[in-house]
């Protein structure tokens, strides 16, 4: 059974930094794509950020490059998500997903319905 497991998140000033992980397990982590989304009340649900665990690729949002670092550690299962310089529209509950049979795309990897496994979410508020 898949699992992901997401941690950290949190409440931090504009400008601060945070960092969310997600655990995963049930499958074979190192060949599959694993993405960062995040939604806030009345907003349809957004690709953050994705990595193909096999080879490393990387993935990100216009509003989040340079800011947001993706990266993996294989031997943990886990992903993680570095936000710097984080202002109050990054505002939002951030959601870990999984592909588990192809690697990240950049036609696909911000799409929602690309995902065949989501955690719970973690919550990340950014204030002014």
């Known amino acids: 059974q898949v699992e992901l497991v997401e941690s950290g998140g949190g409440s931090v000033q504009a400008g601060g930094s945070l960092i969310v992980s997600c655990t995963a397990s049930?499958?074979?982590?190192?060949?599959?794509?694993m993405g960062w989304f995040r939604q806030s009340p009345g907003k349809e649900r957004e690709g953050v950020a994705a990595i193909s665990t096999s080879g490393g690729d990387t993935y990100y949002r216009d509003s989040v490059k340079g800011r947001f670092t993706i990266s993996q550690d294989n031997a943990k299962n886990t992903v993680y998500l570095q936000m710097n310089s984080l202002k109050p529209e990054d505002t939002g509950m951030y959601f870990c997903?999984?592909?588990?049979?192809?690697?990240?795309?950049?036609?696909?990897?911000?799409?929602?319905?690309?995902?065949?496994?989501w955690g719970q979410g973690t919550q990340v508020t950014v204030s002014s």
């Open positions: 049930g499958y074979t982590f190192s060949s599959n794509c």
């Open positions: 997903a999984a592909k588990t049979r192809f690697k990240c795309d950049i036609w696909s990897w911000a799409v929602t319905g690309a995902y065949g496994y």
